[in-house]
């Protein structure tokens, strides 16, 4: 099956600097990759789409300048959560799906970001 | 409005016995998917089961059954022989339209614990 990595799985930030998440699809080709947030005990909260070669949609609320995103290949996504708070320490998952392809989404592992 | 509603935050069940978790959705589309995700304690996010909302038969995978009512807009999860290790958080998920390029929707979750 279709496998998507992430990296890092586990990150601790000081206050004010940035982090880069990356999101890649190991042996497929995805044209969508998708950003979720989870804070601990709660739901995924999807924070934007990122479009291979396009500018990414995001959801109400998400401050884009925030969360930068950047899908420069169909197999790298990465989010960038600039001058990071401690409100900001959540679990960041990525998912990919294939226009035209299978109906699943295919979820990495997740990342968890600890700001102090 | 909620468009993905779990209405059970905790389920318990007894080993090797059969457990509904719920989930009811809430859409006009006519082309829509519904999925069922696992997430351990480790956080990653297992795919289960799809069910196309074209779909006559309920979908079935193993010990995962999803009984599908149109009318009613409901996607119950069935777990038939609970074992230990379906302890964990599951999530109901939609995605409006057709393609794994769609974003998925997920509800709160229930958690499930199987008891010896």
């Known amino acids: 099956g279709a496998v998507v990595s992430q990296h890092p799985s586990r990150v601790i930030c000081k206050s004010g600097t940035s982090v880069k998440i990356e999101c890649r699809s190991l042996?497929?080709?995805?044209?969508?990759m998708f950003w979720y947030r989870q804070f601990p005990k709660q739901s995924l909260m999807l924070m934007a789409t990122?479009?291979?070669?396009?500018?990414?949609?995001?959801e109400q609320g998400v401050e884009k300048d925030k969360f930068l995103i950047n899908h420069a290949s169909l197999t790298l996504s990465t989010l960038t959560v600039t001058s990071a708070h401690p409100e900001d320490s959540s679990f960041y998952i990525c998912?990919?799906?294939?226009?035209?392809?299978?109906?699943?989404?295919?979820f990495g592992p997740g990342t968890r970001l600890t700001v102090t | 409005a909620q468009k993905i509603t779990q209405t059970q935050p905790g389920m318990f069940v007894q080993e090797k016995e059969a457990v509904t978790l719920d989930c009811t959705y809430d859409?006009?589309?006519?082309?829509?998917?519904l999925f069922w995700y696992k997430q351990p304690s480790s956080g990653e996010m297992i795919f289960l089961i799809y069910?196309?909302?074209?779909?006559?038969q309920n979908a079935t995978e193993g010990r995962y059954s999803l009984n599908f009512q149109k009318a009613r807009k409901s996607a119950n999860l069935v777990i038939s022989a609970s074992q230990l290790g379906d302890s964990a958080m599951y999530f109901c998920?939609?995605?409006?339209?057709?393609?794994?390029?769609?974003?998925?929707?997920f509800g709160a979750g229930t958690r499930l614990a199987v008891h010896p």
């Open positions: 998912s990919a799906g294939i226009a035209g392809g299978p109906y699943e989404q295919y």
């Open positions: 859409t006009s589309d006519q082309s829509y998917g």
């Open positions: 069910q196309g909302s074209y779909d006559e």
């Open positions: 998920a939609m995605r409006e339209g057709p393609g794994g390029y769609n974003k998925l929707i």
């Open positions: 042996d497929f080709q995805a044209t969508t």
């Open positions: 990122s479009n291979e070669g396009s500018k990414a949609t995001y």
